[in-house]
């Protein structure tokens, strides 16, 4: 059964879908890791999680302003999980195949929020921005 309501909109962004999407890809890949690296695994699942977190918790705020700040967050966590992809890739703890799995997904994750972001900053500029429950 599907529930709806004002406050569940976000599912509806393709953005979110994409970060939940990372997230499930990033648990399935890192999982695996030793135990010597769990923490520093758990850091990349979290970033990876934190994206979808943001985005949902900054759509619920109906605040413009509110939604951009948590929009910003999510980037900035992104960018944390393109580093943690980095590091992991550079110490050769994944494999090629791997990187290129998760950072396809994570670059079109990115510019997606990006491309939310500037739409957001376009309404707010021009004042099109209703956070009533209508």
């Known amino acids: ?23 499930v890809l990033t648990c399935n890949l890192l999982t695996k890791f030793p135990f010597e690296i769990k923490k520093t695994v758990a850091n990349c699942i979290d970033s990876s999680h934190s994206i979808s977190r943001n985005i949902a918790e900054g759509y619920s705020r109906q605040s413009i302003k ?24 550079k110490a050769n703890q994944i494999t090629k195949e791997y990187f290129e799995q998760l950072d396809k997904l994570h670059y079109k994750t990115e510019n997606e929020l990006i491309q939310l972001i500037k739409s957001i900053q376009k309404k707010m500029e021009d004042g099109e921005w209703d956070d009533t429950f209508k």
């Open 1 to 23: 059964m599907e529930r709806k309501n004002i406050n569940r909109g976000f599912k509806q962004l393709r953005v979110w879908n994409d970060a939940i999407d990372l997230y």
């Open 66 to 89: 509110e939604y951009l700040r948590f929009l910003y967050i999510a980037l900035g966590s992104s960018g944390e999980y393109h580093s943690c992809l980095i590091s992991f890739y």
